[in-house]
């Protein structure tokens, strides 16, 4: 974490008590801005939104009122991601339904937010690579060697042992 004054950083907004403001290193970590209530000054190098709760002004403003409605946001969340990993070995959407659970969590917890920024950062450089012709033609070629080799075994299998189908089989 680097700490930086406002004269240094060139701009006039930071922390109102120290006069410092909080600027994250490349650990992409955020830390609060001060003021009591649990929100982020910084938003993310995506240009997304400020990081921290999204709840109603009027539920951030009472301790019990936000301390029940994080219990309850996370609650939600673990049931959905709980539901998206069930999912996994089973028909299913499971990893679509894990991201959403991610996303009932991203509403009220920083981690959660900057796994999904981090997750969206790996997806979009994933795609983007994938894209490259390079990447593309040795995509493509390792496939073709991969489906020749399946064709291959599949018909030395066939030449040896015939196509019988399994009802058909004699058991002696």
């Known amino acids: 974490m680097t700490v930086r004054s406002d004269k240094a950083r060139g701009n006039a907004g930071g922390n109102t008590r120290t006069g410092d403001a909080v ?7 955020h830390t609060p801005d001060g003021d009591g209530d649990g929100a982020e000054d910084a938003a993310g190098a995506d240009g997304g939104r400020p990081l921290g709760s999204r709840a109603p002004h009027f539920i951030r403003r009472s301790r019990p009122l936000h301390l029940s409605w994080q219990v309850a946001v996370f609650l939600v969340g673990l049931a959905v991601v709980v539901a998206g990993v069930i999912m996994l070995p ?3 959407p499971g990893w679509v339904v894990i991201f959403l659970g991610m996303g009932v969590w991203a509403t009220e917890f920083v981690w959660a937010q900057l796994a999904l920024r981090w997750t969206r950062r790996k997806v979009a450089e994933a795609a983007q690579k994938a894209m490259d012709p390079r990447v593309r033609r040795r995509n493509i070629t390792l496939t073709a060697i991969g489906l020749a080799v399946i064709a291959g075994i599949g018909a030395w299998c066939l030449w040896k042992y015939g196509l019988t189908m399994p009802w058909k089989i004699d058991r002696h």
Do not use: N, R
């Open 90 to 92: 089973l028909p299913g």
């Open 23 to 29: 600027v994250p290193d490349d650990s992409g970590v």
